[in-house]
């Protein structure tokens, strides 16, 4: 296979927008617009939320799975002509739906132009692209166990957008029949749990599957379908407990209960295989991004498990919000950039020296990054997630807010690594020189263009 011609062009600005996304909402929380004591129901946190699950995970995962796809299939995708229309709609999207949400803030009436608008280009951008990534993973499906991880996590990502659909077209005041107003508000917990217990985690799953597998030099796990068919279930009962919206809603709560334990037993499961990959692997000497997603692993572990606990114990929001803290950036968050201190070297090594090799002696992977930088801004951040989410839980703005400004810090610092990697500033000289050509910071350059 030609060098470079498996690059995505735009997976990268996919990422470099996601990151931007990161910092937004890390940085509101560290400058204080959300507090523990603060209302969780709030436009403004509905603003960062928004920031971390669409604008982070959603183009973080989509960027990825633009250049990983056709690994898990063996094929290419069906059409790359919707990359870049759909990262414009889904950025522009958010930025509406951001202002929406001031809007609804300060009381300005122009929340009734701008949350349809969002809505629409939310909706278009994200299920376009969304079937482009489903058509190529179901049509390679057999090649790699992982793509079913993702296929699933892609209808969770359907039913996600249409219910956020239906909170703009309420919240806009497009339309004020009671019933929808009564199923939108009563939808939140399983919008919540098709995001990001759904889509985001499920496509997290699958990805790391053959991610871990690949880095770790390990053969692929023999339980896999036990993990899918536990996700499986997981989203099935939260189908029922939609449905039931319309007929016996008494049944709802109980539903979130067996999907969470479901969903626990899944991740249990899911942890041994790890635990496998890691023990199995033929690379004895662990790498930054997989020594760095152990702790995502554990926080991912420990999230659930208290999530199913405080079903039951009828747990206050404040708990509640300390836990999904602890999962979106624990887990989500934390997994996510300990792989893309692995996966931009990948892709930055194939794109200026993959055409080289064999022609010339060209740098190791691990050249391309210094890893006792990145580590320790990553361990920082996990330090500064688990700080974050202890002062949620006990109530104290003051702890939150400078846990916040540490995890904003180190954020900054891995991304500043990445770019790092991504300009080459950590390789000599003497490997740059011609006929290498600097990979495009934000675009892959392909062959064709060399």
Same mark, same amino acid.
């Given at each position: 296979?030609?060098?470079?011609?498996?690059?995505?062009?735009?997976t990268m600005s996919?990422?470099?927008?996601?990151?931007?996304?990161? !910092?937004?909402?890390?940085?509101?929380?560290?400058? @204080?617009?959300?507090?523990?004591?603060?209302?969780?129901?709030?436009?403004?946190?509905?603003?960062?939320?928004?920031?971390?699950?669409?604008?982070?995970?959603?183009?973080?995962?989509? /960027?990825?799975?633009?250049?990983?796809?056709? +690994?898990?299939? #063996?094929? @290419?995708?069906?059409?790359?002509?919707?990359?870049?229309?759909?990262?414009?709609?889904?950025?522009?999207?958010?930025?509406?739906?951001?202002?929406?949400?001031?809007?609804?803030?300060?009381?300005?009436?122009?929340?009734?132009?701008?949350?349809?608008?969002?809505?629409? !280009?939310?909706? +278009?951008?994200?299920?376009?692209?969304?079937?482009?990534?489903?058509?190529?993973?179901?049509? @390679?499906?057999?090649?790699?166990?992982?793509?079913?991880?993702?296929?699933?996590?892609?209808?969770?990502?359907?039913?996600?957008?249409?219910?956020?659909?239906?909170?703009?077209?309420v919240l806009s005041?497009?339309?004020?029949?009671?019933?929808?107003?009564?199923?939108?508000?009563?939808?939140?917990?399983?919008?919540?749990?098709?995001?990001?217990?759904?889509?985001?985690?499920?496509?997290? &799953? @699958?990805?790391?599957?053959?991610?871990?597998?690949?880095?770790?030099?390990?053969?692929?796990?023999?339980?896999?379908?036990?993990? !899918?068919?536990?996700?499986?279930?997981?989203?099935?009962?939260?189908?029922?407990?939609?449905?039931?919206?319309?007929?016996?809603?008494d049944v709802i709560?109980?539903?979130?209960? &067996?999907?969470?334990?479901?969903?626990? /037993?899944?991740?249990?499961?899911?942890?041994?295989?790890?635990?496998?990959?890691?023990?199995?692997?033929?690379?004895?000497?662990?790498?930054? =991004?997989?020594?760095?997603?152990?702790?995502?692993?554990?926080?991912?572990?420990?999230?659930?498990?208290?999530?199913?606990?405080?079903?039951?114990?009828?747990?206050?929001?404040?708990?509640?919000?300390? &836990?999904?803290?602890?999962?979106?950036?624990?887990?989500?968050?934390?997994? #996510?950039?300990?792989?893309?201190?692995?996966?931009?070297?990948?892709?930055?090594?194939?794109?200026?020296?993959?055409?080289?090799?064999?022609?010339?002696?060209?740098?190791?992977?691990?050249?391309? &990054?210094?890893?006792?930088?990145?580590?320790?801004?990553?361990?920082?951040?996990?330090?500064?997630?688990?700080?974050?989410?202890?002062?949620?839980?006990?109530?104290? =703005?003051?702890?939150?807010?400078?846990?916040?400004?540490?995890?904003?810090?180190?954020?900054?610092?891995?991304?500043?690594?990445?770019?790092?990697?991504?300009?080459?500033?950590?390789?000599?000289?003497?490997?740059?020189?011609?006929?290498?050509?600097?990979?495009?910071?934000?675009?892959?350059?392909? =062959?064709?263009?060399?």
């Open positions: 296979m030609i060098p470079g011609a498996t690059l995505s062009r735009w996919y990422f470099a927008a996601a990151l931007l996304f990161l !910092l937004l909402a890390e940085g509101m929380l560290a400058a @204080g617009l959300w507090k523990p004591s603060a209302d969780i129901g709030d436009p403004i946190t509905l603003i960062i939320v928004h920031c971390v699950t669409i604008g982070w995970f959603g183009l973080l995962m989509i /960027g990825a799975l633009l250049q990983f796809a056709p +690994v898990l299939t #063996g094929a @290419g995708l069906v059409t790359e002509r919707l990359n870049l229309p759909a990262l414009v709609a889904i950025v522009a999207g958010l930025a509406a739906l951001i202002c929406g949400f001031a809007a609804i803030k300060t009381g300005s009436p122009t929340v009734a132009v701008t949350m349809p608008v969002a809505a629409a !280009l939310l909706a +278009v951008g994200l299920i376009g692209i969304g079937a482009v990534l489903f058509t190529g993973l179901w049509c @390679g499906r057999s090649a790699h166990s992982a793509a079913s991880f993702v296929l699933l996590g892609i209808l969770c990502l359907a039913v996600t957008v249409v219910l956020g659909v239906g909170f703009a077209l005041g497009a339309t004020d029949v009671p019933l929808l107003v009564d199923l939108s508000l009563r939808t939140v917990p399983l919008h919540a749990g098709f995001g990001l217990g759904g889509w985001m985690s499920l496509a997290a &799953i @699958g990805v790391s599957y053959k991610l871990m597998s690949m880095f770790l030099l390990s053969p692929d796990t023999s339980r896999t379908r036990v993990v !899918l068919a536990g996700g499986a279930c997981t989203f099935l009962t939260l189908a029922v407990a939609l449905f039931c919206l319309f007929t016996h809603r709560e109980p539903l979130l209960f &067996i999907s969470a334990v479901v969903f626990l /037993g899944t991740i249990a499961v899911y942890a041994t295989e790890m635990r496998i990959l890691y023990r199995a692997r033929r690379r004895k000497t662990l790498e930054l =991004n997989s020594i760095g997603s152990i702790p995502a692993f554990v926080l991912l572990a420990l999230s659930m498990a208290a999530l199913v606990v405080s079903i039951p114990l009828h747990a206050d929001d404040r708990t509640r919000a300390a &836990i999904v803290y602890l999962f979106a950036f624990g887990w989500l968050t934390g997994l #996510g950039l300990a792989q893309l201190l692995k996966i931009v070297p990948f892709l930055t090594w194939l794109e200026a020296f993959g055409p080289l090799l064999g022609r010339r002696p060209t740098p190791r992977l691990q050249d391309l &990054i210094k890893e006792r930088r990145a580590s320790f801004w990553l361990a920082g951040f996990y330090l500064a997630v688990v700080s974050a989410a202890a002062s949620i839980a006990a109530n104290t =703005n003051a702890g939150f807010q400078i846990s916040a400004f540490a995890q904003l810090i180190c954020s900054a610092g891995l991304i500043f690594e990445l770019f790092q990697v991504r300009i080459l500033a950590n390789v000599g000289a003497i490997a740059k020189s011609s006929p290498f050509h600097q990979p495009g910071l934000l675009i892959a350059k392909i =062959n064709s263009e060399r």
